[in-house]
């Protein structure tokens, strides 16, 4: 865990630490030239969700449904059970849920924004209020389409990519009990509450602020609803960084934090470890029964939810495989590493360094570039130009439109992500990475931003195009 980044040069007494996996298959991978990706740029509006994937070199668009499945996945994918009810293998992905989540039932759905979708349905009501911390794209956009206002209740470091508070997704309890004192209690559906929160940099929740979170919602009889998409990741902070749990394993940590929730949603794409699928779990039968109902209008029978059966035991295992302390401490130990080389030199990056990505202060990079002229797109744009990486943008694209007035909202942080999938690149991978961010960095005088030419009416930064200004 302790890494010193390799370029340092050997030292005396070095010891150094590695993946505790090996490669048993490859995909190699393409390299491009600049005229080439000068000219896929362009074809694809400079947008990076638009780039083809054969044109991209090291491709760190997203964690998500990017993870190396481990032999043992590979092998359960054989023993799917397709049949259209009760397959084997929904059973094994319930119990798995059971066991290490610790919740009492299990919709699966076919990935984390179609449990959104069902949980933001049967929860909310048209006129109530959901209290976050920090926004997530698809689940705000689900609470909104079920009549809701969302509130973001994030402690205010969240929103400052220079402060190094420990724990910079915890949930501001005045924000909470503000919310209750002017719109009553009964007008808020439930807290989303996302460990770690994405768009704030991979942060992490801590046990003491969950715990109070509790107590505080227990007062006004007001559900917590869990984004656990990253949970583990989440655990791993709590073990590294909280007063009493460098002891207890990531397992321990994750049941304890979800026994303090009233149920989760999960993007399975994520923490454990498949290409697709998700689920959502509760304690409450009736909330259960409604969204065991709901999910065969939306995904699919009950016990597939639009999964095939292979899909549920490659979850059931990767779960299991998820939770293990090697494997969370050199996912972790990987972004970290890559972090560590860019804070060496000194590049502005969102400290501390989260749990899945390194997340680029496109605001410091580009001074001179004004948010509507979108840094962060820019970014992303410049370092696909210099070396066939692929980011995503996270900052005023991302954030769209204020549904009230029409306008761009401004979000305090306009950052371009560089999201490290599971199992799948090596340090040589976050070293030419690295190499690449400087070098964009030292060009970013003289680049200049872009211009939209073409905006979707939903999630408008997955679709949306541009042009150089
Ligand atoms: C990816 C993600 C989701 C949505 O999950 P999908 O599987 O992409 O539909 C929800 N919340 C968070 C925090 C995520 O990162």
Same mark, same amino acid.
């Given at each position: 865990?302790?890494?010193?980044?390799?370029?340092?040069?050997?030292?005396?007494?070095?010891?150094?630490?590695?993946?505790?996996?090996?490669?048993?298959?490859?995909?190699?991978?393409?390299?491009?030239?600049?005229?080439?990706? %000068?000219?896929?740029?362009?074809?694809? @509006?400079?947008?990076?969700?638009?780039?083809?994937?054969?044109?991209?070199?090291?491709?760190?668009?997203?964690?998500?449904?990017?993870?190396?499945?481990?032999?043992?996945?590979?092998?359960?994918?054989?023993?799917?059970?397709?049949?259209?009810?009760?397959?084997?293998?929904?059973?094994?992905?319930? !119990?798995?849920?059971?066991?290490?989540?610790?919740?009492?039932?299990?919709?699966?759905?076919?990935?984390?924004?179609?449990?959104?979708?069902?949980?933001?349905?049967?929860?909310?009501?048209?006129?109530?209020?959901?209290? *976050?911390?920090?926004?997530?794209?698809?689940?705000?956009?689900?609470?909104?389409?079920?009549?809701?206002?969302?509130?973001?209740?994030?402690?205010?470091?969240?929103?400052?990519?220079?402060?190094?508070?420990?724990?910079?997704?915890?949930?501001?309890?005045?924000?909470? %009990?503000?919310?209750? /004192?002017?719109? =009553?209690? /009964?007008?808020?559906?439930?807290?989303?509450?996302? *460990?770690?929160?994405?768009?704030?940099?991979?942060?992490?929740?801590?046990?003491?602020?969950?715990?109070?979170?509790?107590?505080?919602?227990?007062?006004?009889?007001?559900?917590?609803?869990?984004?656990?998409?990253?949970?583990?990741?989440?655990?791993?902070?709590?073990?590294?960084?909280?007063?009493?749990?460098? =002891?207890?394993?990531?397992?321990?940590?994750?049941?304890?934090?979800?026994?303090?929730?009233? *149920?989760?949603?999960? !993007?399975?794409?994520?923490?454990?470890?498949?290409?697709?699928?998700?689920?959502?779990?509760?304690?409450?039968?009736?909330?259960?029964?409604?969204?065991?109902?709901?999910?065969?209008?939306?995904? @699919?029978?009950?016990?597939?939810?639009?999964?095939?059966?292979?899909?549920?035991?490659?979850?059931?295992? @990767?779960?299991?495989?998820?939770?293990?302390?090697?494997?969370?401490?050199?996912?972790?130990?990987?972004?970290?590493?890559?972090?560590?080389?860019?804070?060496?030199?000194?590049?502005?990056?969102?400290?501390?360094?989260? @749990?899945?990505?390194?997340?680029?202060?496109?605001?410091?990079?580009?001074?001179?570039?004004?948010? /509507?002229?979108?840094?962060?797109?820019?970014?992303?744009?410049?370092?696909?130009?210099?070396?066939?990486?692929? !980011?995503?943008?996270?900052?005023?694209? !991302?954030?769209?439109?204020?549904?009230?007035?029409?306008?761009?909202?401004?979000?305090?942080?306009?950052?371009?992500?560089?999201?490290?999938?599971?199992?799948?690149?090596?340090?040589?991978?976050? /070293?030419?990475?690295?190499?690449?961010?400087?070098?964009?960095?030292?060009?970013?005088?003289?680049?200049?931003?872009?211009?939209?030419?073409?905006?979707?009416?939903?999630?408008?930064?997955?679709?949306?195009?541009?042009?150089?200004?």
């Amino acid at each position: 865990m302790d890494q010193t980044p390799k370029t340092f040069g050997q030292q005396a007494g070095r010891r150094s630490w590695a993946e505790p996996w090996k490669i048993k298959m490859v995909e190699p991978i393409k390299m491009t030239n600049p005229a080439d990706r %000068q000219e896929e740029l362009e074809r694809a @509006g400079y947008n990076t969700f638009l780039l083809r994937s054969e044109c991209v070199y090291i491709d760190l668009l997203t964690d998500s449904g990017t993870s190396a499945m481990s032999d043992r996945q590979w092998a359960g994918m054989m023993l799917g059970d397709e049949a259209y009810a009760g397959s084997r293998n929904f059973y094994h992905l319930e !119990s798995a849920v059971q066991q290490y989540y610790g919740y009492r039932y299990v919709v699966p759905t076919h990935q984390g924004r179609g449990a959104e979708h069902l949980l933001s349905r049967a929860a909310i009501t048209p006129g109530q209020y959901v209290a *976050g911390n920090m926004y997530f794209t698809t689940t705000r956009l689900h609470q909104e389409m079920a009549g809701a206002t969302f509130v973001d209740v994030i402690i205010d470091e969240a929103h400052d990519p220079e402060n190094l508070h420990p724990f910079k997704g915890n949930v501001d309890l005045n924000k909470v %009990q503000r919310l209750i /004192d002017r719109v =009553g209690a /009964d007008k808020v559906a439930y807290i989303s509450l996302a *460990g770690t929160v994405n768009m704030a940099g991979g942060q992490p929740v801590s046990m003491g602020n969950v715990r109070e979170l509790r107590l505080l919602c227990d007062r006004y009889g007001i559900p917590i609803y869990l984004d656990a998409t990253r949970m583990v990741e989440n655990a791993f902070f709590i073990q590294e960084r909280e007063p009493g749990y460098t =002891g207890k394993t990531i397992a321990e940590i994750l049941k304890e934090f979800c026994s303090f929730t009233h *149920g989760a949603w999960m !993007s399975a794409k994520k923490d454990n470890l498949v290409n697709i699928g998700g689920w959502l779990a509760v304690n409450d039968w009736d909330l259960f029964e409604e969204l065991r109902n709901m999910v065969v209008i939306f995904e @699919g029978l009950h016990t597939y939810g639009g999964l095939a059966g292979r899909d549920m035991e490659a979850i059931a295992i @990767g779960i299991e495989e998820a939770v293990q302390d090697d494997h969370v401490r050199s996912r972790v130990g990987q972004v970290r590493y890559l972090g560590e080389l860019l804070t060496a030199w000194n590049i502005p990056i969102v400290q501390p360094v989260g @749990g899945h990505a390194i997340f680029l202060d496109a605001k410091r990079f580009y001074p001179h570039i004004p948010q /509507d002229q979108f840094p962060a797109q820019t970014l992303a744009a410049e370092l696909y130009l210099d070396s066939g990486i692929r !980011s995503m943008e996270r900052g005023v694209v !991302s954030a769209g439109r204020d549904p009230q007035t029409g306008d761009h909202r401004y979000p305090a942080l306009e950052l371009t992500r560089l999201t490290i999938p599971r199992r799948v690149y090596t340090q040589a991978h976050m /070293d030419v990475v690295a190499e690449a961010v400087q070098a964009v960095f030292e060009a970013a005088p003289q680049t200049r931003g872009l211009k939209l030419v073409y905006e979707p009416k939903y999630l408008r930064f997955f679709q949306a195009r541009f042009e150089r200004i």
